[in-house]
């Protein structure tokens, strides 16, 4: 298997505000990493696909320049949500490709955002 | 589309019954996987199938999967209160270049009641 870590589990801020999401692979090289975002009792919507090195590219109906993502080095993939509002309240989710393969994804615990 | 669609939406069993979670897709795959997700928390990959397998077992898990009907079955025995949570379906288009990227439907969400 592999581990994925995310960092903070939770966030809370202010209307307006921006907000960063770590995603580490801790035992293992990404050079792909997907983020996700889930709302209440629904399930996890695809938000982007983080290459490192290079851009994300994003789902459509998805605002990049919202939701910024950097993916720097071959462990660390960020998600800054950028002056967030209500409406961006959710779980985020990261995942990444383990070392056996482009098939099995490796989830991390999740981020909950909420948002004043 | 390219998701799973998981069904039945709502699962209520007594521990020690088996569950049986079904998923539907709709085109051609290179693999399924099935995912466990805890209330609150990331996702637990449970099992891979490939295309050119009919099933496959994990513990108390065992998978199946039909591509003439383009269909795929998650049977749990045994059930017990801690797999209680909702579980996904994710069909693999990786050898049509999707870049990996998983599509995950609503999920089934099981409750098993001790």
């Given amino acids: 298997g ?3 870590s995310q960092h903070p589990s939770w966030v809370i801020c202010k209307s307006g505000t921006s907000v960063k999401i770590e995603c580490r692979s801790l035992d293992f090289q990404a050079t792909t990493m997907f983020w996700y975002r889930q709302f209440p009792k629904q399930s996890l919507m ?5 290459n490192e090195g290079s851009k994300a590219t994003y789902e459509q109906g998805v605002e990049k320049d919202k939701f910024l993502i950097n993916h720097a ?3 660390l993939s960020t998600l800054t949500v950028t002056s967030a509002h209500p409406e961006d309240s ?3 989710i990261c995942s990444a490709f383990g070392t056996s393969g482009r098939e099995t ?3 991390g615990p999740g981020t909950r955002l909420l948002v004043l | 589309s390219q998701q799973g669609e998981e069904d039945p939406q709502a699962l209520s069993i007594q521990e020690g019954e ?6 539907s897709y709709k085109t051609s795959i290179n693999n399924l996987q099935w995912y466990r997700q805890n209330s609150g928390r990331g996702l637990v990959h449970l099992i891979l199938i490939r295309s050119n ?3 496959k077992h994990s513990g108390r898990l065992r998978v199946t999967l039909d591509t003439s009907k383009k269909s795929s079955s998650l049977l749990i025995t045994a059930s017990r209160a801690a797999d209680t949570a909702s579980y996904f379906c994710a069909p693999g288009y ?3 270049n999707q870049g990996g990227k998983l599509i995950f439907g609503q999920g089934t969400e099981l409750s098993v009641k001790p």
């Fill in chain 2, 94 to 96: 990786e050898i049509y």
């Fill in chain 2, 18 to 23: 088996n569950a049986t979670m079904n998923c």
């Fill in chain 2, 53 to 55: 397998e009919r099933e």
């Fill in chain 1, 105 to 107: 994804q490796y989830f």
């Fill in chain 1, 46 to 50: 695809l938000m982007a696909t983080s």
């Fill in chain 1, 90 to 92: 959710s779980f985020y």
């Fill in chain 1, 73 to 75: 080095s071959l462990t």
């Fill in chain 1, 2 to 4: 592999a581990v994925v």
